[in-house]
Structure formats: structure tokens, C-alpha cells
């Protein structure tokens, strides 16, 4: 298998990990037990996250970034500046 496999399968891991943190207060688990459970979770999800980008390299950390963010700006337009102007009479 590829490292872009195992890349991927780390984000996605990352991501439920981190995803996990906010099932924690749901569980049954004593209140001592689910601070570690949140915490490990959490460490969890950026051991996992920083081994993805350990994977897919700089050159590809900076591809992912850059779509991330160019997502990220399209959704700053104002919307009453991007929309078009209305017809007369409306």
C-alpha cells in the first residue's frame, strides 16, 4: 500500500479521534476517567495528524493547506457585494 494510503488513513483516524473528544461527556465513564479519556483522544488525534503529514511531505502538507484555505476564503465574500444587482422594479 501507498503512503498516500497510510496518509489518508491517518487523517481519517485523526479525525475521528478528535471527533471522539466530544462523545467523551456522553459516556457512562467517571468523571476522573473521562478527563484522561478526552486527553488521550486528543494527543491521539494529533500523533495521528502530525504522522499524516509526516507521510505526504511538505510539498503536499502545502498542497492540502492551500485547498483548505481557498475553501476558507470563498466563504468571506459579503453576501450583499457578491450577489448581482436587482432588476429595476423589483
Do not use: C, H, N
Request: aromatic letters at 14%.
Amino acid at each position: 500500500m501507498s503512503k498516500r494510503f497510510w496518509a489518508i488513513t491517518a487523517i481519517v483516524v485523526s479525525t475521528v479521534l478528535w471527533l471522539g473528544v466530544f462523545a467523551v461527556p456522553m459516556t457512562t465513564l467517571a468523571s476522573d476517567t473521562k478527563w484522561y479519556a478526552a486527553a488521550s483522544l486528543y494527543g491521539g488525534s494529533y500523533v495521528f495528524f502530525f504522522a499524516a503529514i509526516g507521510l505526504v511531505g511538505r510539498d503536499g502538507y502545502e498542497a492540502m493547506k492551500s485547498q483548505f484555505m481557498a475553501r476558507l476564503r470563498r466563504g468571506d465574500r459579503d453576501p450583499v457585494e457578491a450577489s448581482p444587482p436587482l432588476p429595476p422594479g423589483s
